[in-house]
């Protein structure tokens, strides 16, 4: 699966747009791009997920260029309980799994 | 809003002995995934199962792990001799479809996690 390179930490103030880059050069053709967010001591929640262009849900935005090396997650607006890590994952469904690879994450720290 | 749960949610044991880490998957969900998060460290791949039979594993899933759907609600993963390098959070996970299509629940659910400590 394709490697992902995030930044390791971002800091932001509440009420604030948060935007959290991901690099994934090597993605392939099958594979899609999912966003989850785990807080400490909890399992991973997942956010967005999206193959090409643009996603947006109630929680985020997810923004993918045409060649797909690198994705967006966008959280409008961010509060405190927004503080977690972000994980930028490539999916690959292979048989009967969809086999998510987890990298270090993005610690988001959100304060007043 | 439905939910994974996990049973127990903190389990101490010795080095060398077997435990079980229950998990609920949400109901009308098809496909099961075990995933491991030792302190401070990723969260890792272990397992999915379909069908009742293992659909893929990662190289940390050796002889020592199984998996197993006994009735119709639990999943559950066993660790036949437990090392102190087990100790990690195990997360069960489901879905109803596989991932990639776009639809919430193609995403696996995690569950709480259970906390395995191996003395």
């Known amino acids: 699966l394709a490697k992902t390179t995030q930044p390791i930490s971002m800091d932001s103030y509440e009420g604030q747009e948060v935007n959290i880059t991901c690099s994934h050069n090597?993605?392939?053709?099958?594979?899609?791009i999912t966003w989850y967010q785990q807080f400490p001591s909890q399992g991973p929640r997942f956010i967005i997920q999206?193959?090409?262009t643009k996603v947006t849900n109630e929680v985020a935005s997810l923004f993918i260029p045409a060649d797909r090396k690198s994705s967006t997650l966008s959280l409008p607006r961010v509060s405190l309980s927004d503080t977690a890590v972000y994980y930028c994952?490539?999916?690959?469904?292979?048989?009967?799994?969809?086999?998510?690879?987890f990298g270090t994450g993005t610690r988001l720290q959100v304060t007043l | 809003e439905p939910e994974v749960t996990q049973t127990p949610s903190h389990q101490v044991t010795q080095m060398g002995q077997e435990v079980i880490l229950r998990c609920v998957p949400i109901?009308?969900?098809?496909?099961f995934y075990w995933y491991r998060q030792i302190l401070g460290q990723k969260v890792e791949f272990l397992v999915s199962?379909?069908?009742?039979?293992?659909?893929?594993k990662s190289e940390i899933f050796d002889d020592q792990f199984s998996v197993e759907r006994p009735d119709g609600s639990n999943f559950t993963l066993k660790i036949r001799s437990t090392k102190l390098e087990d100790s990690a959070m195990y997360f069960c996970?489901?879905?109803?479809?596989?991932?990639?299509?776009?639809?919430?629940?193609?995403?696996?659910?995690f569950g709480p996690g259970t906390r395995l400590t191996v003395l």
């Open positions: 996970a489901s879905s109803e479809a596989l991932g990639g299509s776009g639809g919430l629940n193609n995403e696996p659910f």
């Open positions: 090597n993605i392939a053709t099958n594979d899609y």
């Open positions: 999206g193959y090409k």
């Open positions: 994952l490539v999916g690959r469904i292979t048989g009967t799994a969809s086999k998510l690879t």
């Open positions: 109901s009308n969900h098809l496909y």
């Open positions: 199962f379909y069908n009742n039979e293992i659909s893929e």
